[in-house]
Structures are given as C-alpha cells and as structure tokens.
C-alpha cells in the first residue's frame, strides 16, 4: 500500500481540506497521513474564523513523516500565510519530495480569504516551482495570471502562463465556466482535455481539495499523469452526482459512495 501525505487545513464540519483528502486517500485504498496547518471553524455555510497553526509545529509533522514512513505523494492545500509557506517549501525541498500536486487554495465557497493577501506571491514563488501538478480552478488561475477567463482558449493561455512558473504539469478546472465542466491540462507542449458536463447540485463543497488529492493518490500509486487525472474526474463526478445533502449550505461530497453502495443502510 501506498503513503500519501496531506498537508492542508482541517474543516471542522469534515467537507474539505485535511477531512476530505483523508476520505479521498481511503477511497483511492492509499495510506493517508496528514500535516495540519490551519484549524478552520466551518460549516456548510461558510467560514467563521481560522487559527494558523506555528511554524514549529507545523515543520515538526513533516519532520515526523518524512523521517519515518516513505511518502510516495504529497498533496499540498491550505497554506495561508507566508511563514507556513516558507516553512513547507524548505521541507518539500529537505526531503526531495517528486510527486507534489498543488491545490492553491485562495478563496472558500463562501467567499472567505483562505491564503493572506500578502501570502499570494510566497505560494506562486516558494511553492508552485516545486509542483509535479498544479490544480488551479478559473478564479485561482485569474489570480495567478492576472488574466481574465472565460472560454477553453483563456484556460489554455492562463496554463501556458502558469507553466511558466515552473511546475511540470498546470490543471486548470473549468467548474466555473458557465455552461461546461472541462479541465484542461498541459505539460509544457500538449493540452489535453477532460470533458465533463456541468451537474445539478448545490452540494459541492470540498471539490477541489476532493479532486487534487485523488490526483495525488493515483500519481502515488504509480498512474502516468494523464490517467491519474483521468480516473481523479470519474471519481469527482460521482461523488459530486452522489453528494450528501448535509447542512443548511453547500453540502459535502459522497467520497465513500462506491462503498456504501455495498452496505445494506445504502440500499
């Protein structure tokens, strides 16, 4: 079995960050570990307040891994302010990690500032270089870029430009485009499309964490990358076509649903 590390904040009410990626592990049948960098009081409704994790501590988890136990993927998320950025990059870096997936986490659901205005620049410098993938949805890809986004050529355009920063491999995901769900990757030369159909559900929360640690999972388990995405999108399709209406906002997705279809209960 396969070590995957996340390194992310926790979600309190277990729909995104550390909570998700440790669901996605297991479905996956990956050995999830977990470096926490912020504890978020959150519901489906929104965020209402972060406490960032010290620097200490948070090195003294990666430490704790990386001496131990062999990771064979690490899936980086909620990293908000710089010291933390600094911190993890300095680790990535100490240890040689190779398969990196970045899920530049800016902006929750509900609109709360996850990564601090004056951090945005750390993660592009310290952290996107060291990437083997980075996930960015359109909003993140604007921000990185500076370009507005609105079509499959302004997708490919802001990829180009990403890759420029220096990871091996930009997918920008087309959630928001208004009509289309397709995720774009490229690797420095191709595009390659990932077709998907936009699905009626407000209960989205924890996609994108969802999405990149199912990508770090498949990478960690030996997939090329073009099918550690290609397998990630099924698997986020039917967990988003299957989420959970739980809470009075933006309900969770159904990580285990191929599981649960097993169990009597779910029947």
């Known amino acids: ?29 990956v050995y999830g570990m977990s470096v926490i960098t912020a504890v978020t009081a959150q519901n489906t409704q929104g965020v209402i307040d972060v406490q960032d994790i010290c620097q200490d501590i948070i090195a003294k988890q990666l430490d704790a891994v990386f001496q131990d136990i062999e990771v064979a ?27 990196m997936v970045l899920d530049p986490v800016m902006v929750s659901k509900s609109g709360y500032h996850l990564l ?18 980075v996930t960015p949805n359109i909003p993140e ?42 995720d774009i990757l490229f690797d420095g030369e191709n595009f390659t499309y ?19 640690s199912a990508i770090a999972a498949n990478i960690g388990k030996g997939y090329s990358v073009i099918d550690a995405v290609t397998e990630a999108k099924k698997y986020i399709t039917i967990a988003i076509e299957h989420a959970l209406s739980i809470g009075k906002g933006y309900g969770p997705l159904n990580h285990f649903y191929a599981l649960y279809q097993k169990t009597e209960h779910f029947k």
């Open 1 to 29: 079995m396969e070590n995957v590390l996340t390194i992310a904040g926790s979600d309190s009410s277990g729909g995104a960050g550390i909570q998700a990626d440790l669901k996605t592990f297991a479905a996956h049948g």
């Open 194 to 212: 990932f077709r998907g159909e936009k699905i009626s559900t407000k209960n989205t929360h924890g996609t994108g964490c969802t999405l990149s």
């Open 73 to 99: 993927a690490v899936k980086v998320g909620m990293v908000s302010q710089i010291e933390t950025i600094t911190t993890i990059a300095l680790k990535l870096e100490k240890y040689h990690v190779q398969n």
């Open 141 to 182: 890809a604007e921000v990185i870029t500076g370009h507005v986004i609105k079509t499959l050529r302004d997708m490919e355009r802001a990829a180009e430009v990403i890759y420029k920063m220096g990871p091996k491999h930009v997918l920008v995901k087309g959630g928001h485009l208004e009509n289309d769900a397709t």
């Open 116 to 133: 601090k205005t004056d951090a945005k620049a750390a993660l592009v410098h310290k952290i996107l270089p060291l990437a083997s993938m």
